[in-house]
């Protein structure tokens, strides 16, 4: 069974611009979650999507938005990039949406804003 | 003051030796409990979950234990292999707190030959 597929692998931007994100979750799972990585904060949440619907949070501007499709696939929209964006963008799915259910992560997506 | 970064804490066992990861939470409400594997320019790898109701779970070669009483949970790794050398994070569910994972810092282990 193929893992979280997440494209594209490397990314760069300038200010101002913005960017999309996307993910496969692994077939069968219906929630994709999305974790912002830095070496400042860490992995910090960003949202959850559950049967195209945003079950979850987290406290990041509204400039991080995400959608997620009928066969479950995802995509993740930064708008007005600042250099503070710059991140590996994870991307996670799990079969349902309550907790307690193992999560598995895609190898991310590398942002560099210049 | 301004972070400039996660100062990850290092743990550096010998080749064989038993690996001991620990982690504090500080969330009475946490029911259910991961730790992962991170390796460099890849994205974190499962090892092992847990709930609350439980004091220890064994997996191949891993075994966490969970301390409700002072919060605390460990992952051990029995015969330490090059291979396990990696950033390890553990990460909470909150119950009521949606269904986000909170993760901790994370801990460097180097395994030496």
């Known amino acids: 069974k193929a893992g979280v597929t997440q494209t594209p692998r490397y990314l760069i931007k300038t200010r101002g611009q913005q960017v999309t994100l996307s993910c496969s979750p692994i077939?069968?799972?219906?929630?994709v979650s999305w974790y912002q990585q830095t070496p400042g904060q860490g992995l910090q949440f960003l949202f959850e999507?559950?049967?195209?619907?945003?079950?979850n949070k987290g406290n990041f501007p509204g400039r991080f938005s995400g959608r997620q499709f009928s066969n479950s696939r995802s995509e993740m929209n930064v708008s007005t990039l600042e250099l503070g964006d710059s991140a590996l963008y994870l991307c996670?799915?799990?079969?349902?949406?309550?907790?307690?259910?193992?999560?598995?992560f895609g190898s991310g997506t590398q942002l560099s804003v210049l | 003051g301004e972070s400039v970064g996660l100062h990850l804490p290092t743990l550096s066992v010998q080749e064989g030796d038993n690996s001991i990861i620990n982690c504090a939470y500080s969330?009475?409400?946490?029911?259910?409990f991961i730790w992962y594997k991170q390796e460099s320019g890849k994205g974190p790898q499962f090892i092992i979950d847990?709930?609350?109701?439980?004091d220890k779970r064994q997996g191949q070669r891993v075994t966490v234990l969970l301390n409700k009483t002072v919060k605390h949970l460990s992952l051990q790794i029995a015969a330490t292999q090059p291979g396990d050398s990696a950033v390890y994070f553990c990460?909470?569910?909150?119950?009521?707190?949606?269904?986000?994972?909170?993760f901790g810092t994370g801990t460097q282990l180097k395994v030496e030959l």
């Open positions: 996670a799915s799990r079969v349902g949406s309550s907790g307690g259910e193992k999560l598995f």
């Open positions: 077939s069968g799972h219906r929630s």
């Open positions: 999507y559950f049967s195209e619907t945003q079950r």
């Open positions: 969330n009475s409400a946490s029911d259910y």
């Open positions: 847990i709930r609350s109701n439980m």
């Open positions: 990460a909470e569910n909150i119950r009521g707190g949606g269904n986000k994972l909170t």
